[in-house]
């Protein structure tokens, strides 16, 4: 099915007989908002159908429908091709399907075994929980899918790639015959994404139906058959993965292509602003350096466990390096809390944004306001019109998609929780803004907006050292990358010596041989 971007409300295909799961005509609509418009899915045995789009979509709402959490408006659903009601997610679990949330819904005291059947407890013949069996029934369902975790073990001792793992157990317990993948590689390494991948190719050759949702289009290139887009609750088509590329799908969810993603950078390099000498931490990196200058994109770039992260956290105060020199403005500098780089004008955008840059319960306008409580105070009091006045000047200036300055972080798509901590920045009038993964999580539309406001800000003569995993990204919007490999600089390029093959040599790990000659 092949519709122009100008044909936002596609027709449904002809209905197929055999399908797992089907849903027709699926409307939903909350006060103001029509989230889903006449969606249709379909989804064959033993499949991996990609479901895609941006943040607001209308994904996370038509999982809900199919899971019981929302009742649709208008449309029907059937599985095996009788009609049925998704009253509640006890029916829909009853029912054979099974979901796995990106923030999963661990019980982290409890132990694996626990977890597993949780709700769907194993009884003996006394009518009372037999922990014996529970045990040997985890350890079978673990052994299925290739894993040795321990089903004694506690679960929050896990990584989160186990924790997958184990959340795939838990609805392979419960008899799932659909299983629905929310973001399932969003806080995975490669390797453990790799790991994950084999998983659910198991999964598909035993006959589980898989609907898979990811913002990464590596892992729909990789596991999926099919693929469906919606954008702005509306079905745009569906395609078989082998007739697509990037390029279309990103045309498909977004409206533009892909080449559009990335803006011109046009802002002339200034004066030095950051410098970083010889900066070294036990166990994480060693004789790092580089200089950041105004107007300037700095790239800092590796594998993961590199030691990217510690190092912008060392400059930044959240951990101290054991030597080296930092220099802002050509003076040293050395920070031993956050907030004291904040006033010297250099902030962080940390990797993990609900963690550790949001209050995500708290307002837009209050998580704003953090940075510059002096500034909205009168008399000692927190004078709440600043607050609303600079939540909704954020809001305008970084173009947040919400109500209005009183929504809550956490009713946020992740690509305006990232704007959000974007405006903490700004707030604290920072001049040096380090962004550790910005993109991360994000759809492509608001990947789109963050690069937009980064050149933005380059323009305005902000220093910006960005860490990133993402190649494309790298290339892209910086003008030199740091190379970092195995906690050391490996090499730092100008835009004019970028190649895809030439950063990853660099990135790649050392040979035996080559650690001892160097």
């Given at each position: 099915?092949?519709?122009?971007?100008?044909?936002?409300?596609?027709a449904?295909?002809?209905?197929?007989?055999?399908?797992v799961?089907?849903?027709?005509?699926?409307?939903?609509?909350?006060?103001?908002?029509?989230a889903?418009?006449d969606?249709?899915?379909a989804l064959?045995?033993?499949?991996?159908?990609?479901?895609?789009?941006?943040?607001?979509?209308?994904k996370?709402?038509?999982?809900?429908?199919?899971?019981?959490?929302?009742?649709?408006?208008?449309?029907?659903i059937?599985?095996?091709?009788?009609?049925?009601?998704?009253?509640?997610?006890?029916?829909?679990r009853?029912?054979g399907?099974?979901?796995i949330?990106?923030?999963?819904a661990?019980?982290?005291?409890?132990?694996?075994?626990?977890n597993?059947?949780?709700?769907?407890?194993?009884?003996?013949?006394?009518?009372?929980?037999?922990?014996?069996k529970t045990?040997?029934?985890?350890?079978?369902?673990?052994a299925?899918?290739g894993?040795?975790?321990?089903?004694?073990?506690?679960?929050?001792?896990?990584?989160?790639?186990q924790?997958?793992?184990?959340?795939i157990?838990k609805?392979?317990?419960?008899?799932?015959?659909?299983?629905?993948?929310?973001?399932?590689?969003?806080?995975?390494?490669?390797?453990?994404?790799?790991?994950?991948?084999?998983?659910?190719?198991?999964?598909?050759?035993?006959?589980?139906?898989?609907?898979?949702?990811?913002?990464r289009?590596?892992?729909?290139?990789?596991?999926?058959d099919?693929?469906?887009?919606?954008?702005?609750?509306?079905?745009?088509?569906?395609?078989?993965?082998?007739?697509?590329?990037?390029?279309?799908?990103?045309?498909?969810?977004?409206?533009?292509?892909?080449?559009?993603?990335f803006?011109?950078?046009?802002?002339?390099?200034?004066?030095?602003?950051?410098?970083?000498e010889?900066?070294s931490?036990?166990?994480?990196?060693?004789?790092?350096?580089?200089t950041?200058?105004?107007?300037?994109?700095?790239?800092?770039?590796g594998?993961?466990?590199?030691?990217?992260?510690?190092?912008?956290e060392?400059?930044?105060?959240?951990t101290?390096?054991?030597?080296?020199?930092?220099?802002?403005?050509g003076?040293?500098?050395?920070?031993?809390?956050?907030?004291?780089?904040?006033?010297q004008?250099?902030?962080?955008?940390?990797?993990?944004r609900?963690?550790?840059?949001l209050l995500?319960?708290w307002?837009?306008e209050?998580?704003?306001?953090?940075?510059i409580?002096?500034?909205?105070?009168s008399r000692?009091?927190?004078?709440?019109?600043?607050i609303?006045?600079?939540?909704?000047e954020?809001?305008?200036?970084?173009?947040?998609?919400?109500?209005g300055?009183?929504?809550t972080?956490?009713?946020?798509?992740?690509?305006?929780?990232?704007?959000?901590?974007?405006?903490k920045?700004?707030a604290?009038?920072?001049?040096?803004?380090?962004?550790?993964?910005?993109?991360?999580?994000?759809?492509v539309?608001?990947k789109?907006?963050?690069?937009?406001?980064?050149?933005?800000l380059?323009?305005?003569?902000?220093?910006?050292?960005?860490?990133?995993?993402?190649?494309?990204?790298?290339?892209?919007?910086?003008?030199?990358?740091v190379?970092?490999?195995?906690?050391?600089?490996?090499?730092?390029?100008?835009?004019e010596?970028?190649?895809p093959?030439?950063i990853?040599?660099?990135?790649?790990?050392?040979?035996?041989?080559?650690?001892?000659?160097?």
């Amino acid at each position: 099915m092949d519709k122009t971007n100008n044909d936002l409300k596609s027709a449904h295909p002809a209905r197929e007989k055999g399908l797992v799961l089907e849903a027709v005509g699926i409307t939903k609509i909350f006060p103001g908002v029509k989230a889903l418009d006449d969606v249709y899915f379909a989804l064959r045995p033993g499949e991996i159908h990609a479901l895609i789009g941006e943040n607001g979509a209308g994904k996370s709402t038509f999982i809900k429908v199919l899971t019981g959490i929302h009742q649709p408006d208008a449309g029907k659903i059937y599985l095996n091709g009788e009609q049925v009601e998704m009253t509640n997610p006890l029916v829909s679990r009853r029912l054979g399907i099974a979901a796995i949330h990106q923030h999963l819904a661990a019980y982290p005291h409890l132990t694996v075994a626990e977890n597993i059947f949780i709700c769907n407890e194993q009884v003996g013949k006394t009518g009372f929980i037999s922990w014996r069996k529970t045990q040997q029934e985890a350890k079978k369902l673990l052994a299925s899918l290739g894993s040795d975790i321990s089903p004694g073990q506690i679960m929050g001792e896990l990584s989160v790639a186990q924790q997958q793992v184990v959340e795939i157990a838990k609805a392979l317990s419960q008899d799932a015959r659909v299983l629905i993948m929310d973001e399932p590689t969003a806080a995975l390494s490669r390797k453990e994404s790799e790991e994950l991948y084999e998983i659910v190719r198991g999964l598909k050759d035993k006959g589980t139906s898989v609907i898979l949702i990811s913002h990464r289009l590596e892992d729909t290139f990789t596991l999926a058959d099919r693929v469906s887009v919606l954008r702005d609750g509306r079905y745009i088509g569906t395609w078989d993965i082998k007739d697509t590329n990037s390029a279309m799908l990103v045309n498909y969810m977004v409206g533009r292509s892909i080449d559009q993603f990335f803006p011109n950078k046009t802002a002339p390099i200034g004066e030095e602003l950051l410098k970083v000498e010889n900066l070294s931490q036990t166990g994480h990196f060693r004789d790092v350096s580089f200089t950041l200058h105004s107007g300037e994109i700095l790239a800092l770039t590796g594998l993961v466990g590199a030691g990217r992260t510690e190092v912008v956290e060392a400059i930044t105060g959240v951990t101290r390096p054991d030597s080296g020199q930092i220099l802002l403005m050509g003076e040293p500098v050395s920070f031993s809390e956050p907030y004291q780089a904040i006033k010297q004008g250099l902030g962080l955008l940390p990797e993990d944004r609900q963690k550790q840059g949001l209050l995500l319960p708290w307002s837009i306008e209050d998580n704003l306001s953090l940075p510059i409580l002096k500034t909205v105070c009168s008399r000692g009091l927190i004078s709440s019109d600043k607050i609303r006045q600079g939540g909704e000047e954020a809001i305008r200036r970084l173009d947040i998609r919400a109500r209005g300055a009183a929504d809550t972080a956490e009713s946020l798509s992740g690509g305006n929780q990232q704007k959000v901590v974007l405006g903490k920045l700004l707030a604290g009038k920072a001049r040096i803004m380090i962004m550790d993964e910005p993109t991360k999580g994000v759809d492509v539309g608001s990947k789109a907006a963050i690069y937009q406001i980064m050149c933005d800000l380059a323009e305005q003569g902000f220093g910006i050292l960005m860490v990133s995993s993402e190649m494309p990204e790298v290339l892209a919007m910086s003008d030199r990358a740091v190379i970092m490999r195995e906690g050391r600089v490996s090499g730092i390029l100008s835009k004019e010596e970028y190649s895809p093959e030439g950063i990853l040599t660099l990135m790649m790990p050392l040979d035996k041989k080559e650690k001892e000659s160097a």
